[in-house]
């Protein structure tokens, strides 16, 4: 598919009130520094008026809406108004705005790039950031039958995905006219871990930096129902230790770990040792009263489990592994970390990543969760997107990154998968992984009720 975007205009939507004097520098967390990406590139699917499909009529209001409710948004939300500055540590909220991109298909509509989505081609539907200190980049791209892309570039340093998530509650409800409007909580990440220098990023940077391998990386979608998540469930309680019933986001991310190790088996003829790691969102994991569910900010932690041994990989086994590390993530845990301890366990859990991934003899594999987030509840008042994307990535240098995101009509996950080309075509073959999962569905086939 050749698609065609051409750019038709660019400008800088200001916060509708000016952000207060004593509010004017934002300072960052401790735990903003662990992300090394700049953004999280996400972009969401808008079908066309059900009135008449075939026009384009009701853009103009659709895209005067958005800028006029963003406008009122940043106000609310005011660091995403504002520059990075200080090294990463802190923004100054100087009313700037936001990056505002308008863009038009003209060779496709959206049903037809929905038929058969090329993910190498999601990033036309991205705005290309004025620089890496600007916080809030949007694109909205209109296909000529009057659907819309909205593509966000927002700065990974101070939004993970539940609060990007949450800044996007927060827009659609004032687009929607809601009464009842969600509300940031912007101080508390910074006071739960302060920071007054940069040392976790350069730490992670290097951890970070020595999973990096070369090689022609692709994605691709494995969409699991949860059907088929349950007959798996079912399959595995008999056998584990434990009697917990695991959750969905365990269940996919152990049987993909177990269809990556099999890649690696069939590539260099025997089991490799792999390293696996998981974000874990802290929210729930601290007390409500310090960090309400809609606190700002990188409120993550990464865990790691592994996999040594020469013995046969056995799902069971993984689940076990993944669960025991998550589950070490507890309130008792995250008030170690706020406390004198904290800096120590930070830089010995990267400091072990590191060297355990960084060698030539392990697989390692990273894994992040954006379920339960409620990117599918972002209705502006012309109905909830049809798909909700992480963007596909190419490249000469990356690692085994994988993203799990609901599907639309929440009757599964669908997990974007990046590998090296050649894995990813044993993966893709792994009769025991096909099982269970569609490869690369059309979204339109996705969003249909059987």
């Known amino acids: 598919m050749k698609l065609e975007v051409e750019i038709i205009s660019k400008e800088n939507i200001r916060p509708s009130s000016p952000t207060p004097s004593h509010l004017r520098s934002f300072k960052l967390s401790l735990l903003d520094q662990l992300i090394p990406s700049p953004y999280a590139p996400t972009v969401l699917f808008y079908n066309p008026p059900k009135s008449d499909t075939s026009n384009l009529s009701e853009v103009p209001k659709r895209l005067e809406l958005l800028k006029q409710s963003l406008s009122e948004t940043l106000t609310q939300f005011y660091p995403l108004g504002g520059k990075i500055k200080d090294d990463y540590l802190s923004i100054e909220c100087n009313d700037e705005g936001a990056n505002f991109v308008i863009a038009h298909v ?54 993970d995905g539940a609060a990007l998530c949450t800044f996007l509650k927060g827009w659609t409800e004032r687009a929607r006219g809601c009464e009842q409007l969600t509300q940031p909580k912007f101080f508390i990440a910074p006071s739960l871990f302060p920071t007054n220098d940069s040392w976790l990023r350069e730490i992670s940077l290097d951890m970070w930096g020595s ?27 008999g056998k584990t230790k434990n009697s ?5 986001l365990e269940m996919v991310s152990a049987m993909l770990w177990k ?44 865990v790691a489990t592994n996999h040594m041994s020469d013995d046969e990989v056995v799902l069971e086994d993984l689940v076990n592994k993944l669960r025991n590390a998550i589950s070490r993530v507890d309130v008792e845990f995250v008030e170690e970390l ?13 400091k072990t990543i590191r060297r355990t991934g960084s060698n030539d003899g392990v697989e390692y594999f990273g894994f992040n969760s954006w379920c339960n987030f409620g990117f599918y509840e972002a209705d502006f008042g012309w109905g909830k997107p049809t798909w909700v994307t992480c963007v596909g990535l190419t490249g000469p240098v990356f690692f085994n990154f994988i993203i799990l995101v609901d599907t639309r009509l929440g009757d599964g996950i669908e997990a974007w998968v990046t590998l090296d080309e050649q894995d990813m075509d044993h993966l893709v073959a792994n009769p025991e992984l096909l099982n269970y999962v569609t490869v690369d569905p059309s979204p339109l086939a996705m969003n249909s009720v059987a």
């Open 106 to 159: 003209k060779n496709c509509t959206l049903s037809e790039f929905l038929a058969h989505p090329v993910l190498t081609l999601l990033h036309k539907f991205l705005p290309i950031p004025n620089s890496e200190t600007h916080v809030t980049n949007i694109q909205v791209t209109i296909f000529e039958c009057g659907g819309i892309a909205i593509g966000m570039c927002i700065s990974h340093r101070i939004l």
């Open 211 to 237: 999973l990096l391998k070369q090689g022609k990386w692709v994605t691709r979608r494995f969409v699991f129902k949860n059907s088929h998540i349950a007959t798996l469930k079912d399959q595995t309680l």
């Open 244 to 248: 917990y019933s695991p959750t969905r």
């Open 259 to 302: 269809g990556l190790m099999d890649v690696s088996k069939e590539k260099f003829g025997t089991k490799r040792p792999s390293l696996l790691t998981h974000l874990v969102n802290l929210r729930r994991r601290i007390d409500e009263a310090l960090c309400p569910q809609h606190a700002m900010g990188n409120l993550l932690w990464l």
């Open 338 to 350: 706020r406390g004198d301890k904290g800096r120590l366990m930070m830089h010995e859990t990267l």
